[in-house]
């Protein structure tokens, strides 16, 4: 690492000044997405020069409405793609081992055998469960990471479980990967990008692309600029479709309800539902890290039609899923348990037919080029961001003659001394053992001085979080009620995680959004902190 790690208002201004004043770089990179910031870490880690151009916010797409589980593939290995299961389960464990362990925790699952669970579904269920943890051994996650499964009874279901139905006959306890939040990989990745030399461009939209750039627009001030660039890769996920020709998407609707932690009497375990009349088909209840809160998803619908910005669940979506987590329970929550409910769409790869169900489509990722050149990668899943960035900038250099993307780092663009690899041809992948900004090893984490809802936020960051509540007191109180962010966290997004408005600040820095009333009571604090720092500087 050379450059600083940290995004701002007054970084991205000086940047784009200087993107367009050079106009070229190794490679652009549209969409700030999961995918996106992936690819930018991958490609400025074996040196190339990178320019980003995100149109919104990082992670303003379907990276900020997924399940946020790092999952062994559990679902593929069902359907007998043992491949996809096996790359979740290897990419599971580098995000767990030594990429983000900061950001991630093991996740206890309980699938409860109540009235309906018959013994064929416990046999089927059981049987995956030790197929999913032979996968995770072949991908060399330790126990202590992800301990393995077993059966529990009753009494122990109900001990974790206090709002389980009473006649629950016992269960099978698994365990998977958790993520802090989504919306923060995507952050940390694009500020280890950056600290790589790549140039992360937010609020700039990219059009017209062919294989030698595209038109940038600053959407700050409406100005434009072509970037000539040695390479263009569209990461652009349920819109990657309509920036080039030839990719056909089959987007698919998930979505989630935000429930209060005590319609569950206290979750201290993800739950495992399965939807009625369906062998292999489960509406999951996971406990939110540091939050007095539960996520109850998932759907798989198919969105055929206009990709909106903001997808919105439907109420019949909302009663399926209450539906099926009730089953479980002694007290059903009702409608007035749900504090918010939130929608992405999957990016995934059309099979040709527009019909049937989305649910039997593939997880699978493709890099797919368009006739005037453009890289399109699409597909895949949170969890494996790292091998399809590995692989889109794999057949980024193995479109070039060698040695021709020199390795002109960003420090160029910006006129600074180069980095090391300047004038060399591009290396190989380095992204499995490069740990993101606050990464450290769990022994490291557990003594950073600052407090553990903070570390498993910022890492070992989290205490340049404390030392601003410190400097400045007003931003030591939490911003809302009952919400346990404080005004520090806005300001230390603002100064160093590329925020630049209250948008920013509450619904992808932090995911106060979720729970809109929880955002309605944040938004002074949110406007305070943007007012009292409004250059990032
Ligand atoms: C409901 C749901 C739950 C999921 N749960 C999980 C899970 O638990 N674990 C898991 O591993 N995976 C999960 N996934 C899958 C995972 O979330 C996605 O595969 C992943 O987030 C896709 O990331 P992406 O970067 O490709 O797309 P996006 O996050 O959508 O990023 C694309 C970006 O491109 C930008 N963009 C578009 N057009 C332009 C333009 N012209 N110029 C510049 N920028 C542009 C957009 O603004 C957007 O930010 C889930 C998906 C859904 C829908």
Request: hydrophobic residues 45%; aromatic residues 4%.
């Amino acid at each position: 690492m050379s450059a600083s790690p940290s995004l701002n208002a007054a970084r991205r201004a000086g940047e784009i000044a200087e993107v367009a004043d050079r106009g070229r770089a190794d490679l652009l990179v549209v969409g700030g997405g999961v995918t996106g910031a992936g690819v930018a870490l991958d490609a400025a880690a074996r040196g190339l020069s990178v320019v980003l151009a995100e149109r919104d916010d990082l992670a303003s797409g379907t990276s900020r409405w997924s399940s946020k589980l790092v999952h062994g593939g559990l679902r593929y290995l069902a359907r007998g793609e043992v491949g996809i299961a096996y790359e979740s389960a290897a990419e599971r464990g580098l995000i767990m081992g030594r990429i983000a362990p900061h950001l991630t925790r093991p996740l206890p699952m309980i699938y409860p055998w109540v009235p309906g669970v018959g013994r064929g579904s416990r046999a089927l269920a059981g049987a995956g469960l030790a197929a999913a943890d032979v996968l995770r051994r072949a991908a060399g996650t330790r126990r202590r990471t992800l301990p393995g499964p077993r059966r529990l009874t009753a009494a122990e279901a109900m001990v974790t479980v206090p709002a389980l139905r009473r006649d629950v006959s016992g269960g099978l306890l698994s365990w998977d990967g958790q993520l802090t939040d989504d919306a923060r990989l995507v952050v940390a990745i694009a500020r280890t990008a950056a600290s790589h030399g790549a140039v992360i461009l937010t609020r700039c939209e990219a059009s017209d692309l062919t294989g030698q750039g595209a038109l940038l627009t600053d959407r700050l001030t409406g100005e434009s600029f072509r970037l000539r660039a040695g390479a263009v890769i569209n990461a652009a996920g349920v819109w990657a479709g309509q920036l080039v020709a030839g990719v056909r998407l089959r987007p698919s609707r998930g979505t989630h309800l935000v429930l209060s932690d005590a319609a569950f009497g206290g979750l201290r375990a993800g739950l495992i539902a399965p939807v009625p009349g369906h062998r292999n088909r489960f509406v999951f209840a996971v406990p939110v890290p540091g939050e007095a809160r539960v996520y109850v998803g998932l759907t798989d619908e198919p969105a055929d039609g206009p990709v909106p910005d903001v997808p919105e669940p439907t109420p019949g979506e909302i009663t399926f899923l209450l539906d099926a987590v009730s089953g479980l329970l002694e007290r059903p929550p009702g409608p007035g348990d749900v504090l918010g409910a939130f929608a992405g769409l999957r990016p995934l790869l059309g099979d040709g037919e527009a019909t049937g169900s989305t649910a039997d489509l593939s997880r699978r990722h493709a890099v797919l080029t368009s006739p005037d050149g453009v890289l399109t990668v699409v597909g895949g899943k949170l969890t494996t961001y790292r091998r399809m960035a590995q692989d889109a900038v794999d057949a980024v250099l193995a479109r070039q003659p060698p040695g021709a993307l020199r390795g002109q780092r960003a420090g160029q663009l910006t006129g600074q001394p180069v980095g090391p690899l300047a004038g060399q041809p591009a290396g190989p992948c380095r992204t499995r053992r490069l740990p993101l900004i606050g990464a450290a090893p769990p022994q490291v984490l557990a003594k950073v001085p600052a407090p553990a809802r903070l570390v498993a936020r910022y890492g070992t960051e989290a205490p340049e979080v404390c030392e601003l509540a410190r400097r400045e007191p007003w931003l030591a109180e939490p911003v809302a009620d009952g919400v346990p962010v404080t005004g520090a966290e806005l300001a230390f997004a603002v100064r160093h995680e590329g925020a630049l408005d209250v948008g920013d600040l509450l619904d992808r820095r932090t995911r106060i959004g979720l729970v809109p009333a929880d955002r309605d009571r944040a938004l002074a604090a949110a406007t305070r902190v943007l007012g009292v720092l409004p250059t990032g500087t």
